[in-house]
């Protein structure tokens, strides 16, 4: 079981060759798919996982598997150490302390466990430590108009369980989020403000420090959504200075199953746990019980052991590359992506126009063709993207379309999948029989 | 592009996607139902137009796939001065050809036109597309036997 080898990676930008080598290292890239080679563009919904992560998790399995943080034999142990180790990859991967990293299901459960520690504060419950968790009437959550459902459910709920308000930051028409609408809502009001860091539709990439600032000069807590970015660019929480932020193992070459939640040590020991039972007790009587310290107190009952190993495993891999070259790689094919569909007749992107920084992904509309029948084109192909709203309604609704198609590059990918993609998408609107009449974005912007 | 594919999307189906049949709510109808499907934002909504227990036509309005939309256009030529019992015979064999994962070929005298929906029940995921309208007529008559 090996990372990519050493020797096989340069040292300067991501070149064809080496992803053509990486490539070798996914075992599913290899399957066909009705017929053609998978190209597998949906990486912003899950990514594919190499050899070596299958091998971690195998290896744990068939080596090491028991129950961690009890019982006293040599296995273990030994699962414990594994266990834990993989939690200090980890938090090295985003630049922060290993008693910062709570292992949570995915990301959403790891909002889902603030916004809920956020409830039982507003209840009472850890006080006084956790009373400036607390929220009431006259206090106001802050997100914005282009998230995931997962960033935008647990607030309204955690709105309607406290009295609490929740504000939304607008964006525009390219998808930008309006700072001068941020700068404005962010008040003396404000207790949390939880954004995207990348946008899963549009690609684009939030100013965090100049959020952070904005809310942090009003005492605000700041939950940023690292789904998107966590992946796909070098990531250092620590300087970034967010107090919370979440991400999911299963879009980082690791399994479903895992993912992340980083809080600042002082506010997770400070914090109510959401889940409560075993493993996160210290002592308990039939009345009530004593917490341990984080994250083991928001760790309760059995955990996802072998997922976590191999989520270790996964940042290595990614370490191993590089984030700065995956992140340009894929910056590269994101351009390729906007730039060639902004050329086709009836294409309209959702998002910043080519040129303008992005991720590696890009959703669009085609005219009078539906993203299911777009999707269903490109799988006959091969191509597999992602149709629908992509779990962010407002944002789509925002753009008037209720569905669009989104193609999502990883490190795996390469130019001659973004151009065959490219060439599908020109077939769909003949074979749909769809006579466009919106032009090229770069002659006439249009606006949905 | 594959032969599959040609049989999803044939020229029937594409047809009345873009041409659809009783396509725009008509005036007094005697039930009506709204369906949405989540996943891709997919939605009709049918109303039925009845002349004490014969339905004797329907209209409807949405948007959607082209599966989706032409379902709803070829259902409506189905349903045409009917019976409660026959409609519902008819909703029944659609919904077993959509189950059928390609295997029955879809009773004509029964479906008409909407047989070459066939197809779309080789792709699983395509399945509720073409059901939307069907389960939006079975509502809308559920809604007039408990009136
Ligand atoms: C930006 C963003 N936030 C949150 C999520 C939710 O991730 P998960 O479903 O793994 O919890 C996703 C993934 O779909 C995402 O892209």
């Given at each position: 079981m090996t990372v990519p080898d050493a020797s096989t990676l340069s040292d300067g930008p991501l070149t064809l060759a080496e992803v053509e080598r990486l490539r070798a290292d996914f075992p599913i890239l290899g399957e066909t798919v009705n017929g053609h080679?998978?190209?597998?563009?949906?990486?912003?919904?899950?990514?594919?996982?190499?050899?070596h992560v299958l091998e971690a998790e195998h290896d744990y399995l068939t080596r090491r598997n028991s129950a961690v943080h009890r019982g006293a034999h040599t296995l273990a142990a030994e699962a414990t150490e594994v266990f834990e180790n993989a939690r200090a990859r980890v938090a090295a991967f985003v630049g922060v302390r290993e008693n910062e990293i709570v292992w949570t299901s995915n990301a959403t459960e790891g909002i889902n466990l603030v916004a809920y520690a956020f409830s039982n504060a507003s209840l009472g419950r850890g006080a006084p430590a956790s009373s400036r968790f607390a929220l009431g009437e006259g206090d106001e959550i802050v997100t914005t108009e282009m998230e995931h459902h997962a960033n935008l459910i647990p607030w309204q709920e955690l709105a309607a369980r406290t009295g609490a308000t929740l504000r939304v930051i607008p964006i525009d028409d390219d998808g930008q989020l309006q700072m001068a609408a941020a700068e404005e809502i962010i008040g003396s009001r404000t207790r949390v403000l939880a954004f995207t860091h990348v946008s899963n539709v549009t690609g684009v990439i939030n100013p965090v420090e100049r959020l952070v600032a904005l809310a942090h000069a009003v005492g605000a807590l700041v939950v940023l959504d690292a789904c998107q970015s966590a992946p796909h660019r070098p990531l250092d929480l620590g300087a970034l200075g967010v107090d919370f932020a979440v991400f999911s193992g299963h879009k980082m070459l690791g399994p479903t199953g895992v993912g992340v939640l980083y809080g600042r040590a002082e506010l997770l020991?400070?914090?109510?746990?959401?889940?409560?039972?075993?493993?996160m007790i210290t002592t308990v009587t039939l009345e009530k019980?004593?917490?341990l310290p984080a994250p083991q107190r928001f760790e309760a009952g059995t955990q996802r052991v072998s997922q976590a190993i191999a989520?270790?495993?996964?940042?290595?891999?990614?370490?191993?590359?590089g984030m700065q070259r995956i992140h340009d790689w894929e910056a590269a094919l994101g351009q390729r992506l906007v730039s060639g569909l902004s050329a086709i007749p009836g294409i309209t992107v959702l998002g910043p126009p080519p040129g303008?920084?992005?991720?590696?992904?890009?959703?669009?509309?085609?005219?009078?063709?539906?993203?299911?029948?777009?999707?269903?084109?490109l799988d006959d192909l091969g191509i597999a993207v992602r149709v629908g709203h992509h779990c962010a309604q407002p944002l789509h609704r925002r753009f008037g379309v209720t569905a669009s198609t989104r193609a999502s590059a990883y490190l795996y990918n390469t130019p001659a999948e973004v151009d065959a993609f490219l060439e599908g998408v020109r077939e769909v609107t003949a074979f749909f029989g769809v006579v466009p009449t919106l032009y090229p974005q770069s002659s006439e912007r249009t606006s949905l | 592009m594959s032969s599959s594919l040609e049989s999803l999307y044939q020229e029937v189906i594409m047809d009345h996607s873009r041409t659809p049949h009783n396509h725009g709510l008509r005036e007094g109808g005697s039930a009506e139902s709204h369906q949405l499907n989540p996943t891709c934002g997919d939605e009709v909504t049918l109303r039925i137009h009845s002349q004490g227990d014969t339905i004797t036509s329907l209209s409807w309005e949405g948007h959607g796939c082209a599966i989706s939309q032409a379902s709803?256009?070829?259902?409506?030529?189905?349903?045409?001065?009917?019976d409660r019992a026959a409609v519902q015979e008819r909703i029944d064999a659609f919904r077993e050809l959509?189950?059928?994962?390609?295997?029955?070929?879809?009773?004509?005298?029964?479906l008409g036109d909407a047989v070459v929906l066939g197809g779309v029940s080789r792709y699983i995921a395509r399945v509720k597309c073409a059901m939307l309208a069907w389960v939006a007529l079975e509502?809308?008559?559920a809604k007039t036997s408990a009136a």
């Open positions: 080679p998978l190209s597998y563009l949906d990486s912003g919904a899950t990514a594919q996982r190499p050899t020991d400070a914090m109510p746990p959401f889940l409560t039972g075993g493993s019980a004593e917490y989520l270790g495993a996964a940042v290595d891999y990614l370490s191993e590359v303008v920084e992005r991720a590696g992904l890009a959703s669009f509309v085609v005219e009078g063709v539906h993203a299911h029948d777009v999707g269903q084109y | 709803a256009s070829l259902l409506s030529d189905v349903i045409v001065d009917l959509m189950r059928s994962k390609g295997t029955l070929e879809g009773d004509e005298e029964l509502d809308a008559m």
